[in-house]
T-cell receptor
Framework: QKEVEQDPGPLSVPEGAIVSLNCTYSNSAFQYFMWYRQYSRKGPELLMYTYSSGNKEDGRFTAQVDKSSKYISLFIRDSQPSDSATYLCAMTGGSGGSNYKLTFGKGTLLTVNP | EAGVTQFPSHSVIEKGQTVTLRCDPISGHDNLYWYRRVMGKEIKFLLHFVKESKQDESGMPNNRFLAERTGGTYSTLKVQPAELEDSGVYFC?????????????FGSGTRLTVV
């Protein structure tokens, strides 16, 4: 079983739609949860991070973590064509100094159509 | 502030040849990481430097891969001899604090194609 599962899509939505992206994971040691956005031919760029369970909001983006279900989500409200990118979930444990090592999902390719 | 710079951006080599990838981290970042994405797979951790010391190379696939960071500045990742399965995108990242991954800044990657 993979440590992190993410539906690769592709996902295509009209401009203005609400987008929901999800990942599940199996390693209960994960405590830090991140979403990265990656544009074509670029490196991943940190979008949001959350520690443990809960919600975090930043503008049009909301990250949710449910550790009891080992399930994380990213919601994008009022999606824009500029949001078109690959979205990667990533997570890491919190013990000692090992939380530098990220475990990624495969990424979901999102296209927002004007 | 300049970002993490990687070059070449793309390299095509024949099986059996040697390739060296280079990463220039953000100035002042002691921590440097290499990751790799093989086609159809997730981005996976390769290794972690703190200054010039390898802290964790548990993700290195085999002994055909050699990473160095002389002087604690730029890093190189050499693949010798390259095999077909080494094809993929190699990312470098750097951070100031090693204990928290949110400090990562990734480079744009080197796309390696072994034919």
């Amino acid at each position: 079983q993979k440590e992190v599962e993410q539906d690769p899509g592709p996902l295509s939505v009209p401009e203005g739609a609400i987008v929901s992206l999800n990942c599940t994971y199996s390693n209960s040691a994960f405590q830090y949860f991140m979403w990265y956005r990656q544009y074509s031919r670029k490196g991943p760029e940190l979008l949001m991070y959350t520690y443990s369970s809960g919600n975090k909001e930043d503008g049009r983006f909301t990250a949710q973590v449910d550790k009891s279900s080992k399930y994380i989500s990213l919601f994008i409200r009022d999606s824009q064509p500029s949001d078109s990118a690959t979205y990667l979930c990533a997570m890491t444990g919190g013990s000692g100094g090992s939380n530098y090592k990220l475990t990624f999902g495969k990424g979901t390719l999102l296209t927002v159509n004007p | 502030e300049a970002g993490v710079t990687q070059f070449p951006s793309h390299s095509v080599i024949e099986k059996g040849q040697t390739v060296t990838l280079r990463c220039d981290p953000i100035s002042g970042h002691d921590n440097l990481y290499w990751y790799r994405r093989v086609m159809g797979k997730e981005i996976k951790f390769l290794l972690h430097f703190v200054k010039e010391s390898k802290q964790d190379e548990s993700g290195m696939p085999n002994n055909r891969f050699l990473a160095e960071r002389t002087g604690g500045t730029y890093s190189t990742l050499k693949v010798q001899p390259a095999e077909l399965e080494d094809s993929g995108v190699y990312f470098c990242a750097s951070s100031q604090a090693s204990g928290w991954a949110r400090g990562y800044t990734f480079g744009s990657g080197t796309r390696l194609t072994v034919v």
